[in-house]
């Protein structure tokens, strides 16, 4: 079973441009969540989809902005990028969460993103 | 909200020897989920062991295991036997039960290193 892919692995983008990064969840799950993870700052929760709608969203801007499609993949856009947007942004997928109940969360290996 | 600390910035262990890693966290709901994760140097996020707060008794997987303190609010990881594989980051987390916020909620992150 293919696992969550990611894509691109690095990404290097200049102040003010937009990036784009993709993720495809494993076969079968409908939730994809993104995190940023910053030097020192550990994971911080960006956005959550599932079935194609925008579930929850972290404290970052408008900026940070995303969508999911019929497959499930998603991708994540930010725009007017900023040097301190250069990070590793993970994607993971699960299940949908039913309340109570943990179906664990399936991470992919990350998107380097580096602004200059 | 809930918060996820994690004090320790760095361990390290002799190979073979046993080592606690620890976690505190904050957070006023009854029932949750608490996480170890394991981040070695290919970035992806591997699930070490996962605790249900409802349930008194301490999760273990093969050499790791948790000392859950609920009152304390209180998640210490223990890994017996300590291998070269292990050395990694390693991150305590938590997730909400409550139906709309089951993000995952990290500490910091503790580099283990392990000594041949």
Same mark, same amino acid.
């Given at each position: 079973?293919?696992?969550?892919?990611?894509?691109?692995?690095?990404?290097?983008?200049?102040?003010?441009?937009?990036?784009?990064?993709?993720?495809?969840?494993?076969?079968?799950?409908?939730?994809?969540?993104?995190?940023?993870?910053?030097?020192?700052?550990?994971?911080?929760?960006?956005?959550?989809?599932?079935?194609?709608?925008?579930?929850?969203?972290?404290?970052?801007?408008?900026?940070?902005?995303?969508?999911?499609?019929?497959?499930?993949?998603?991708?994540?856009?930010?725009?007017?990028?900023?040097?301190?947007?250069?990070?590793?942004?993970?994607?993971?997928?699960?299940?949908?969460?039913?309340?109570?109940?943990?179906?664990?969360?399936?991470?992919?290996?990350?998107?380097?993103?580096?602004?200059? | 909200?809930?918060?996820?600390?994690?004090?320790?910035?760095?361990?390290?262990?002799?190979?073979?020897?046993?080592?606690?890693?620890?976690?505190?966290?904050?957070?006023?709901?009854?029932?949750?989920?608490? %996480?170890?994760? *394991?981040?070695?140097? +290919?970035?992806?996020?591997?699930?070490?062991?996962?605790?249900? =707060? $409802?349930?008194?008794? @301490?999760?273990?997987?093969?050499?790791?295991?948790?000392?859950?303190?609920?009152?304390?609010?209180? %998640?210490?990881? *223990?890994?017996?036997? +300590?291998?070269?594989?292990?050395?990694?980051?390693?991150?305590? =987390? $938590?997730?909400?039960? @409550?139906?709309?916020?089951?993000?995952?909620?990290?500490?910091?992150?503790?580099?283990?290193?392990?000594?041949?």
């Amino acid at each position: 079973e293919a696992g969550v892919t990611q894509s691109p692995t690095h990404l290097i983008k200049t102040r003010g441009q937009q990036a784009t990064l993709r993720c495809s969840p494993i076969s079968g799950h409908t939730s994809v969540y993104w995190y940023q993870q910053a030097l020192g700052l550990g994971l911080q929760f960006l956005l959550w989809y599932d079935e194609g709608e925008e579930r929850n969203r972290g404290n970052f801007p408008p900026r940070f902005s995303g969508r999911q499609f019929p497959n499930y993949s998603s991708e994540l856009n930010v725009n007017a990028l900023e040097l301190e947007d250069s990070a590793l942004y993970l994607c993971a997928s699960s299940l949908v969460p039913d309340r109570g109940h943990d179906y664990g969360y399936t991470f992919g290996s990350g998107t380097r993103l580096t602004v200059v | 909200a809930q918060t996820v600390t994690q004090s320790q910035p760095e361990m390290s262990v002799q190979e073979a020897e046993t080592v606690t890693l620890s976690c505190t966290y904050d957070t006023s709901e009854s029932d949750y989920y608490l %996480f170890w994760y *394991k981040q070695p140097p +290919s970035r992806q996020m591997i699930l070490v062991i996962r605790q249900e =707060a $409802y349930k008194q008794q @301490n999760a273990t997987e093969n050499r790791f295991s948790v000392n859950f303190q609920k009152a304390a609010k209180s %998640f210490s990881l *223990k890994i017996s036997d +300590s291998q070269l594989g292990d050395a990694a980051m390693y991150f305590c =987390a $938590y997730r909400s039960t @409550n139906f709309g916020n089951e993000k995952l909620t990290f500490g910091t992150g503790t580099r283990l290193t392990i000594i041949p």
